[in-house]
């Protein structure tokens, strides 16, 4: 039988009983639309971290604290009080340090922040003028925090644009206006350009104040909680992360790198973590999608046993004109590889479709791979060969003269 001849035979069939045939389809549309989805919404939030923290700053290197240790309990890493103003002082002034040319000492902790009646918790950054440098940070109105108002411990803020939103409404310019940090009040003097962002990489959600004031008026503290570093260029990454390490070994009283009380990050090492996780979550997300794609699987191979036990007369007929059982066999496989691709084809549609409409919802980028759409294609056909196979079988092993007899 010719191939077109097949594929003919197969529609006819298959639109004798549509709603049996719209239903196996369903299935398949499911599990294909399901995976394209999954795997795009994946590859969106992917691209949307790594674009968040690739606008935190070029050439960024981050140096954060070891664990905390309370006795034998090793606690959470960063969690640690080791790193010092001093510690800062010293990489921007060492000339031992000849690869960083911009050093930015920070506290970060969340605070409550309100003014009249409205109120919002976000993060209080404690920081200097070089923090406006190697954050790259821009300002949409006023000025940032300068060196004057570091070393006078002066209740000045600079606020990001979501906390304008929360606490002044959306057009207003609060320059001027004061704000109470934990009791205490500070006068607006910048707003910051949106920068986007959602849950902890928002960077809109902020409010700046001078490093001293944060350390000494607000937490209490004499230590840092990272210290952030520009250099000079991305060929000089490596060079600057062994420099600074030394000499921060060098002033904690450290021989061993490997006990060293301090961690050293480039903006890659945080890219390639953020990726690796956001990739294991994607595939987890498509292997629970792919569940529904074996049950779409199942059920074809149920309605194609159905539809050999409804034909066992046509097929013992056939069988007795000199039917072969690999035309038997091609005949059932290929109604059940229609099925799946049909299925396969509407379940990319609907997938894009679904991809389109989530991205809008959650302001994602829209990602769909060309991959993952060749790949389901491959996987539709695939299902049908798998699951198609059994029924033609035994459609095709049937006996002729038992078939004919079949009631």
Do not use: C
Not at 185 to 192: N, R
Not at 287 to 293: C, E, R, V
């Amino acid at each position: 039988m010719e191939p077109t001849e097949l594929i003919s035979e197969a529609l006819g069939t298959l639109t004798v009983n549509k709603m049996r045939t719209g239903l196996a389809i369903l299935g398949i549309v499911i599990g294909i639309g399901s995976v394209i989805a999954l795997v795009s919404l994946g590859q969106a939030t992917q691209q949307t971290i790594s674009s968040q923290i690739e606008s935190l700053g070029a050439n960024l290197l981050t140096v954060e604290p070891g664990a905390q240790r309370s006795g034998a309990v090793r606690g959470a890493f960063g969690g640690g009080t080791t790193l010092t103003l001093d510690d800062a002082n010293a990489i921007s002034t060492s000339p031992q340090v000849t690869t960083v040319q911009n050093v930015s000492p920070e506290v970060q902790r969340r605070a409550q922040v309100t003014t009249g009646s409205n109120n919002t918790n976000t993060e209080i950054v404690g920081a200097t003028p070089a923090y406006l440098i190697v954050h790259k940070i821009t300002l949409s109105s006023g000025s940032f925090i300068s060196q004057r108002d570091v070393k006078g411990i002066t209740k000045v803020a600079v606020i990001g644009p979501q906390v304008v939103s929360d606490l002044f409404g959306e057009g207003t310019d609060p320059v001027g206006q004061d704000i109470r940090i934990n009791g205490k009040t500070f006068t607006i003097i910048g707003v910051t350009v949106s920068k986007g962002g959602t849950g902890f990489l928002n960077r809109d959600d902020i409010v700046y104040i001078p490093l001293t004031t944060a350390m000494k008026e607000i937490f209490g503290i004499n230590y840092l909680n990272s210290i952030a570093l520009e250099a000079k260029s991305p060929d000089v990454m490596t060079q600057a992360q062994n420099q600074v390490g030394y000499l921060l070994l060098a002033r904690h009283k450290l021989g061993d790198p490997t006990q060293a009380d301090f961690s050293i990050f480039s903006q890659q090492d945080i890219l390639n973590t953020a990726s690796a996780t956001t990739g294991t979550f994607t595939t987890l997300l498509s292997g629970i999608a792919a569940i529904s794609l074996l049950v779409g699987g199942i059920g074809i191979m149920n309605i194609m046993l159905v539809t050999v036990t409804e034909r066992t007369r046509e097929i013992g007929l056939r069988k007795a004109l000199g039917a072969k059982k690999q035309t038997i066999t091609l005949q059932f496989l290929t109604e059940s590889i229609i099925l799946t691709f049909s299925g396969g084809v509407i379940g990319v549609g609907v997938g894009i479709i679904a991809s389109y409409i989530i991205s809008n919802l959650i302001s994602s980028p829209f990602a769909v791979s060309l991959s993952s759409i060749a790949l389901a294609f491959i996987v539709s056909a695939g299902i049908g060969i798998l699951f198609g196979w059994y029924p033609a079988k035994r459609a095709a092993n049937l006996q002729p003269i038992e078939a004919l007899r079949y009631e």
